[in-house]
Antibody, heavy 117, light 111 residues
Framework: EIQVLESGGGLEQPGGSLRLSCAAS????????MRWVRQAPGQGLEWLSG????????YYADSVKGRFTISRDNSKNTVHLQMNSLRAEDTAVYYC??????????WGQGIVVTVSS | QSILTQPPSVSAAPGQRVTISCSGS????????VSWYQQQLPGTAPKLLI????KRSSGIPDRFSGSKSGTSATLGITGLQTGDEADYYC???????????FGGGTKLTVL
């Protein structure tokens, strides 16, 4: 069974940090590209970050570049999103997606991050 | 404000056909593949409908189709059903930004 499960969300103060994790199973994780996407309340989808499966190259949206860091641990089939210098506008539902290739995509159910004092 | 432009809303009657456009530039749609997603409810995971411009994802009925021409892409849905009411998003890569970008989304209403 294919599973993608996000964890680590919650309430954080502005300027604080959170680390989201995404645990995957049921497919070949090590060669899969991984992606983080978010959706702020009442807004559309926003692509945030990706990490390739072949060479661990990382990519970021301008809105999070320099504040967020994506990484992966193939030994644990997990990808992380380290979020620093959080702002109120980072409040959103965060989704992790796995892209094994050939049109296959597996998304998590999303996790809520709230940045507020 | 996304750099990919989608109409905010479209509507059509059950059984009819609707198209949703996604307009970009040579740095994104013009030179990269486009995917289309359906999100039934905000806050729920999107579902991949179309990838590589025109390929249907596994399990997606052939009522859904995708095409691309130049710097624009189009999602077509025929035989509309009430269950197709959702938000639809295009996604592509932007080579200048080295990042993915979603369109602003289109709300489909089946009247």
């Amino acid at each position: 069974e294919i599973q993608v499960l996000e964890s680590g969300g919650g309430l954080e103060q502005p300027g604080g940090s959170l680390r989201l994790s995404c645990a995957a199973s049921g497919f070949t994780f090590s060669t899969s590209s991984m992606r983080w996407v978010r959706q702020a309340p009442g807004q559309g989808l926003e692509w945030l970050s990706g990490i390739s499966g072949s060479d661990d190259r990382t990519y970021y949206a301008d809105s999070v570049k320099g504040r967020f860091t994506i990484s992966r641990d193939n030994s644990k089939n997990t990808v992380h999103l380290q979020m620093n210098s959080l702002r109120a506008e980072d409040t959103a539902v965060y989704y992790c997606a796995a892209l094994p290739g050939s049109g296959s995509e597996y998304w998590g159910q999303g996790i809520v991050v709230t940045v507020s004092s | 404000q996304s750099i990919l432009t989608q109409p905010p809303s479209v509507s059509a009657a059950p059984g009819q056909r609707v198209t949703i456009s996604c307009s970009g530039s040579s740095s994104n749609i013009g030179n990269n593949y486009v995917s289309w997603y359906q999100q039934q409810l905000p806050g729920t995971a999107p579902k991949l409908l179309i990838y590589d411009n025109d390929k249907r994802s596994s399990g997606i009925p052939d009522r859904f189709s995708g095409s691309k021409s130049g710097t624009s892409a189009t999602l077509g849905i025929t035989g509309l059903q009430t269950g197709d009411e959702a938000d639809y998003y295009c996604l592509t890569w932007d080579s200048s930004l080295s990042a993915g970008i979603f369109g602003g989304g289109t709300k489909l209403t089946v009247l």
